[in-house]
């Protein structure tokens, strides 16, 4: 299989939490390119999600010793120290795969714009929830801290804004996140009693 379909099936995987698959289609693109910085740095994901926090951190400073700097290692490391001093046993609750399902008129993915800088979108990752705040022209997407990351398209701004004013309920997901593109997923939770049958998307 390309390098290119494997890293596309490695990232589809991850954000459909589904690790054990990404954990196996990365260590496929190493095997090629054992220094593929972006594939160890999902594997380590990968295996920080399933709770073998041991091995992501080996790999995490692997990255480190091919890029010093990299961000996103740096980060992760950071993660899964405070991981280790604030959860029993080092484990962490993961996102359900259910986050990521789909569903005719209720969900939708948006790729946000105007977005934020590089290094903040360095510090996200997917299955992370994201906040939609309704301003006068758009809806911003913030990080729950209240970081900004972006915006909602023009249009869906103007058609969710009027949903939630009158009383439609939204959450929100990061799906897929690199240094310059933010895709998020979106699912009505509920609707407001004058939208009743009106579909959000």
Same mark, same amino acid.
């Given at each position: ?49 399933? $709770? ?74 997917? $299955? ?74």
């Amino acid at each position: 299989m390309e390098t290119a379909f494997l890293e596309k099936s490695a990232i589809e995987a991850a954000s459909q939490g589904a690790w054990q698959k990404a954990i196996e289609l990365n260590q496929k693109i190493l095997k090629n390119n054992p220094q593929n910085i972006p594939a160890l740095n999902r594997l380590a994901r990968a295996f920080g999600e399933t $709770g073998n926090l041991i091995l992501a951190k080996k790999i995490y400073q692997k990255v480190l010793t091919i890029d010093k700097y990299n961000p996103i290692a740096t980060k992760n490391l950071k993660r899964l120290a405070d991981k280790r001093k604030k959860i029993p046993g080092g484990t962490k609750q993961l996102p359900s795969a259910e986050v990521f399902l789909e569903e005719p008129r209720k969900t939708k993915v948006v790729r946000v714009i105007r977005l934020t800088s590089p290094q903040i979108l360095a510090e996200i990752d997917s $299955g992370d929830k994201v906040v939609l705040t309704a301003k006068k022209r758009f809806i911003a997407v913030n990080r729950p801290d209240g970081i900004h990351l972006g915006c909602l398209p023009e249009d869906l701004s103007q058609r969710l804004s009027l949903f939630i004013r009158g009383g439609n309920r939204y959450e929100a997901f990061v799906k897929n996140v690199d240094r310059q593109h933010l895709e998020i997923l979106i699912r009505e939770i509920s609707r407001g009693q004058r939208y009743q049958n009106s579909p959000s998307f």
